[in-house]
């Protein structure tokens, strides 16, 4: 079974430049998640879906950010302008909600440096 | 609000040298308390879930246990390859699916 992918695996962009980072999930997981990671820190959330619906956003930063997930399946993260310290690891994971399964599963991240 | 604290921030051991990671939460009803390994570069591989106190899991060298307030990783006759940084993550009732990561424990292991 074909686990996250997520793409690309780094970029590097100058400041005030938008850049989108692409998530595909783990097939039949209806719920996804996008997470930044800081250097030495645990990842944080900034959105999560249930299928097509983003039912907590509330840690991602509107002015910048913007989320889609259409059809409920692959989900596209953009940041515009993006800013100095927006440098981090942005991690997708998914899951399948089931109780006997609340595990995330997470893809192997983009990494972001703006210059 | 859920909080995580993980200790010790790095962990260097000898190969061979067992030890034991901690991870103390917060949490308005616990619905899970999750482990992850990191490896540089990647994204964190999903070890164990713990679901009440009490309850313990096992994978190769590795046990994880649960109390009401922490939950250790205790590692036995650890190699230089489980050499990585440990998550912990809790999932409480009150935040729907959302996890509360812990900033992790960067272990060393050295041949």
């Known amino acids: 079974e074909a686990g996250v992918v997520q793409s690309p695996r780094y970029k590097i962009i100058e400041k005030k430049q938008p850049v989108a980072f692409w998530c595909n999930p783990i097939?039949?997981?209806?719920?996804l998640y996008w997470y930044r990671q800081n250097l030495g820190q645990g990842p944080e959330l900034l959105i999560r879906?249930?299928?097509?619906?983003?039912?907590?956003d509330s840690q991602l930063p509107k002015d910048r950010f913007s989320a889609e997930r259409l059809k409920g399946v692959d989900s596209t993260l953009k940041i515009q302008p993006a800013e100095l310290g927006d440098s981090a690891v942005y991690l997708c994971?998914?899951?399948?909600?089931?109780?006997?399964?609340?595990?995330?599963?997470f893809g192997p991240g983009t990494r972001l440096t703006v210059t | 609000e859920d909080q995580v604290t993980q200790s010790p921030e790095a962990l260097r051991l000898q190969e061979g040298e067992s030890s034991s990671l901690n991870c103390s939460y917060t949490?308005?009803?616990?619905?899970?308390l999750f482990w992850y390994r990191q490896d540089p570069g990647k994204g964190p591989e999903f070890l164990f879930t713990?679901?009440?106190a009490g309850e313990e899991k096992e994978k190769e060298r590795l046990k994880a246990t649960l109390t009401k307030k922490e939950s250790f990783l205790h590692i036995t006759a650890p190699k230089p390859e489980d050499s990585a940084t440990y998550l912990c993550?809790?999932?409480?009732?009150?935040?729907?699916?959302?996890?509360?990561f812990g900033p992790g424990t960067r272990l060393s292991v050295l041949p």
């Open positions: 994971a998914s899951s399948s909600g089931l109780r006997s399964s609340y595990e995330q599963y």
């Open positions: 097939s039949g997981h209806n719920t």
């Open positions: 879906y249930e299928n097509e619906e983003a039912v907590d």
């Open positions: 949490v308005s009803g616990l619905r899970g």
């Open positions: 713990l679901y009440s």
């Open positions: 993550a809790v999932q409480g009732w009150n935040y729907g699916q959302n996890f509360v």
